[in-house]
């Protein structure tokens, strides 16, 4: 089959049928054929005629069925994939045809799923309902810091920092996503420290603290990592999905430990940022929340990340739109974030989603207790109609935070 014969634009995708929207830009050949050429060899053609092909193999062809200038839609028969593995599926839509030299740029936009694969996974244990459950926190959005410095902190230092976080006002803290076992801050010793330091924080302020361990690694001592915190009485784990890996979060999903999986796009810029070549944050959205995570990182428009207003919303709708039985997935803001800019994020937001703050709390003139209050204020002001401005009259904490940030 050429690639040519993978174009048909009559042809009506079934229910099974798994979709992809593809933004393609040709090199050397109509933008018709670069289209085939994508269906083609992401499922059963190549660049040539074969003598081993059998009439029976051209029933799993994928179909271009149609293209909108450089957007072009593509229907795969669900044949062609194993449900249940992710690896497989990706192999298949989002491989090689990256590399073709018939292709200046291809950007893979989207993906529907057929419920038949959607199925196949556990999908998240606990979605936005089940963390609000265990947060006890119902009416607002959730205020969470990153330890900072990321790197260097002896553990000690790290579950103290932790501490005055909870205290100030924080629900959640969380360790960065390259701190994982190192010398200076040892894994274990880091829970226990920390999990310490978070009983106590509840104790005194009567509400409910989370910590989310960064349990980041090779796939069996990740899962060792996971039964620790468990053991511990840990409630929350942090897996950096990209660099391990989907099948990797697949394992730990898979374990069903009584955990939420919080889920940090480390790297997901290598491919999302180029908005003519690589692979959506939607699409990783999407296939994170169908293997099981419960939270993810979506960007936040007004922090120091690149992201555009509509890529953060289509992310977001990613994690809350229906898709069979899953259960929607919380998104979380973060990077450069500070008090000044919660009555952007509420605006964008809404209600169900973490305000993830670093610098935006630790950097605060008074130390991070006072950056937790301030932030904690800054919501508490957006929710109640009042100004930042208005609010921080009363509010030491927030007014030194603006004079600060703003």
């Known amino acids: 089959m050429k690639y040519l014969d993978f174009v048909n634009l009559k042809y009506e995708p079934r229910k099974s049928d798994l979709v992809c929207l593809f933004r393609v830009e040709p090199q050397g050949i109509s933008l018709e054929e670069a289209a085939g050429a994508v269906a083609a060899e992401s499922s059963v ?3 040539t005629e074969l003598t081993t092909s059998k009439s029976y193999v051209e029933k799993l062809a994928a179909h271009v069925f149609s293209i909108d200038g450089n957007n072009v839609k593509v229907a795969y028969p669900i044949e062609l994939f194993e449900p249940g593995n992710m690896a497989n599926i990706l192999s298949s839509i989002s491989g090689n045809v990256f590399g ?28 936005v309902e089940g963390v609000r459950r265990i947060l006890k926190v119902y009416d607002r959005p959730l205020v969470g810091t990153i330890i900072k410095p990321k790197l260097g902190l002896k553990t000690t230092d790290h579950a103290q920092v932790a501490y005055e976080a909870w205290v100030g006002g924080c ?14 801050n040892p894994f274990q010793d880091r829970i226990v420290r920390t999990l310490e330091k978070r009983d106590k924080a509840q104790y005194e302020t009567s ?17 060792k990592r996971a039964e620790f915190v468990v053991d511990q ?4 784990v942090m897996i950096d999905i990209l660099t391990c890996g989907f099948a ?23 491919f999302t940022k180029n908005v003519e070549h690589g692979v959506s944050m939607k699409v990783i959205a999407k296939t994170a929340r169908i293997i099981g995570v419960d939270q993810l990182h979506v960007g936040t428009v007004v922090g120091k990340m690149s992201e555009t207003y509509a890529e953060v919303i289509q992310n977001c709708e990613a994690l809350k739109m229906k898709m069979g039985k899953l259960k929607p997935v919380l998104p979380v803001a973060s990077g450069g974030l500070h008090p000044g800019l919660v009555p952007a994020l509420i605006k964008l937001f809404g209600k169900d989603f973490v305000i993830q703050a670093g610098g935006g709390i630790h950097g605060h003139p008074d130390g991070t207790r006072a950056g937790a209050k301030a932030m904690r204020q800054a919501v508490d002001a957006t929710l109640r109609g009042a100004t930042l401005e208005e609010y ?10 603006l004079q600060t940030w703003t």
């Open 45 to 47: 053609g190549t660049w």
């Open 100 to 127: 073709l030299k018939a292709l200046k740029n291809l950007r893979l936009e989207d993906v529907d799923y057929p419920q038949r694969i959607v199925s196949s996974f556990k999908g998240p244990r606990f979605g």
């Open 171 to 184: 629900d959640i803290v969380k360790d960065d996503e390259n701190l994982s076992s190192q010398t200076f």
């Open 207 to 223: 509400e409910k603290k989370v910590y989310m361990a960064n349990i980041t690694a090779e796939t069996e001592e990740m899962l």
């Open 233 to 236: 009485g840990g409630e929350y």
């Open 248 to 270: 990797s979060l697949q394992t730990l999903r898979e374990r069903d430990f009584n955990i939420v999986i919080h889920a940090h796009r480390a790297g997901h810029a290598a």
């Open 392 to 401: 921080a009259r009363d509010h030491e904490e927030l007014r030194r935070a």
